[in-house]
């Protein structure tokens, strides 16, 4: 694997890998199965024979609460798609896809359409890895864009995205990548696609407390939270994915509001602890709470 690839593909792999750790917990215990999650993450073998309770229990030591805070924001896009394809939506665009596997994990209906959007480099690797049998592999148009250069709505219509079809896009672990004028033209041009129709958007974002009062983005009590968050920044740019952007919740509202969307839903794990993990024995305590990243739901 060239050493390119390596850089760019670094989180999708953080990702994926924490799904792989969840998809090994007991069937009973679980809150995400992905059952693909193993082909995209370097050292997989390894995470198999540790098993689900002790690569939590190392996940924990790097930042408490880190794992279910990924594996809810997860959960909570796989239930919005889930209730989204039952009310009839008929396209989904996964805005910077990486390695999520709901096209196939899902069980979504076939005459729905999927365009996965991304860097090329890290489609041809995804690519590369899937499985010959797969369910709605059909239905998966790959678009290449880079969201800092290139226009989306000219590449997602070139590869037949119909702008008369209710879509749901999601852009899930994204936007503190990218800079804030490439968010901001992402959301415009999904504006331009919609006009025609209604649509549903999910966008997760770091909230600004991370840069202005660390301490705020986690449960009280979290232990060494100032220090956590450098760590969580250092981390990212060490890997060559450095998180740059942040926003307020009312600079979000005002930015989804800017472009036609109204906001129903912001969330983080701190609320969506008691609806995926208490159900299953699994309550985080307060002091393990991150609650760094919102996951929002719009609508327009
Ligand atoms: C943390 S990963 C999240 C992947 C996936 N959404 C998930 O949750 O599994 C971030 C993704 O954003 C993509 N990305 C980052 N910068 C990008 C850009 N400028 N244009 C397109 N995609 C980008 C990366 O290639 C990577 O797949």
Same mark, same amino acid.
């Given at each position: 694997?060239?050493?390119?690839?390596?850089?760019?593909?670094?989180?999708?792999?953080?990702?994926?890998?924490?799904?792989? %750790?969840?998809?090994?917990?007991?069937?009973?215990?679980?809150?995400?199965?992905?059952?693909? =999650?193993?082909?995209?993450?370097?050292?997989?073998?390894? %995470?198999?024979?540790?098993?689900?309770?002790?690569?939590?229990?190392?996940?924990?030591?790097? !930042?408490?609460?880190?794992?279910?805070?990924?594996?809810?924001?997860?959960?909570?896009?796989?239930?919005?798609?889930?209730?989204?394809?039952?009310?009839?939506?008929?396209?989904?665009? %996964?805005? @910077?896809?990486?390695?999520?596997?709901?096209?196939? &994990?899902?069980?979504?209906?076939?005459?729905?359409?999927?365009?996965?959007?991304?860097?090329?480099?890290?489609?041809?690797?995804?690519?590369?890895? #899937?499985?010959?049998?797969?369910?709605?592999?059909?239905?998966?148009?790959?678009?290449?864009?880079?969201?800092?250069?290139?226009?989306?709505?000219?590449?997602?219509?070139? !590869?037949?995205?119909?702008?008369?079809?209710?879509?749901?896009?999601?852009?899930? @672990?994204?936007?503190?990548?990218?800079?804030?004028?490439?968010?901001?033209?992402?959301?415009?041009?999904? =504006?331009? #696609?919609?006009?025609?129709?209604?649509?549903?958007?999910?966008?997760?974002?770091?909230?600004?407390?991370?840069?202005?009062?660390?301490? !705020?983005?986690?449960?009280?009590?979290?232990?060494?939270?100032?220090? &956590?968050?450098?760590?969580?920044?250092?981390?990212? =740019?060490?890997?060559?994915?450095?998180?740059?952007?942040?926003?307020?919740?009312?600079?979000?509202?005002?930015?989804?509001?800017?472009?036609?969307?109204?906001?129903?839903?912001?969330?983080?794990? !701190?609320?969506?602890?008691?609806?995926?993990?208490?159900?299953?024995?699994?309550?985080?305590?307060?002091?393990? %709470?991150?609650?760094?990243?919102?996951?929002?739901?719009?609508?327009?």
């Amino acid at each position: 694997m060239s050493r390119s690839i390596l850089r760019k593909d670094s989180t999708a792999q953080g990702v994926a890998k924490q799904r792989l %750790i969840e998809t090994l917990a007991p069937p009973d215990k679980r809150i995400i199965n992905d059952p693909y =999650a193993d082909r995209f993450v370097i050292g997989a073998s390894l %995470i198999k024979l540790m098993g689900h309770k002790f690569s939590v229990w190392l996940t924990k030591m790097l !930042a408490p609460g880190f794992h279910e805070h990924l594996i809810a924001r997860t959960r909570f896009i796989d239930d919005l798609i889930k209730d989204r394809v039952a009310k009839g939506v008929e396209q989904y665009v %996964i805005l @910077g896809a990486g390695y999520d596997m709901r096209a196939h &994990r899902l069980e979504l209906p076939p005459s729905l359409n999927i365009f996965e959007v991304d860097q090329p480099e890290v489609q041809a690797r995804k690519r590369s890895n #899937l499985p010959q049998e797969l369910m709605n592999a059909d239905n998966v148009t790959y678009v290449s864009v880079d969201f800092n250069h290139q226009s989306l709505a000219k590449q997602l219509l070139a !590869a037949g995205f119909d702008q008369s079809k209710p879509t749901v896009f999601t852009l899930e @672990g994204v936007s503190q990548y990218i800079t804030k004028e490439a968010v901001e033209s992402t959301m415009k041009e999904l =504006a331009v #696609l919609t006009q025609e129709t209604s649509a549903t958007f999910f966008i997760s974002y770091v909230d600004k407390c991370l840069d202005e009062n660390p301490a !705020a983005c986690f449960g009280k009590g979290y232990p060494n939270a100032v220090k &956590r968050a450098e760590a969580i920044k250092h981390f990212s =740019a060490k890997v060559g994915e450095p998180w740059i952007t942040f926003y307020t919740a009312r600079e979000m509202e005002g930015l989804l509001y800017r472009y036609g969307f109204s906001l129903k839903e912001n969330k983080t794990l !701190a609320e969506l602890n008691s609806m995926y993990f208490t159900p299953v024995g699994r309550t985080l305590p307060e002091d393990q %709470i991150v609650k760094l990243e919102h996951f929002v739901v719009a609508e327009c």
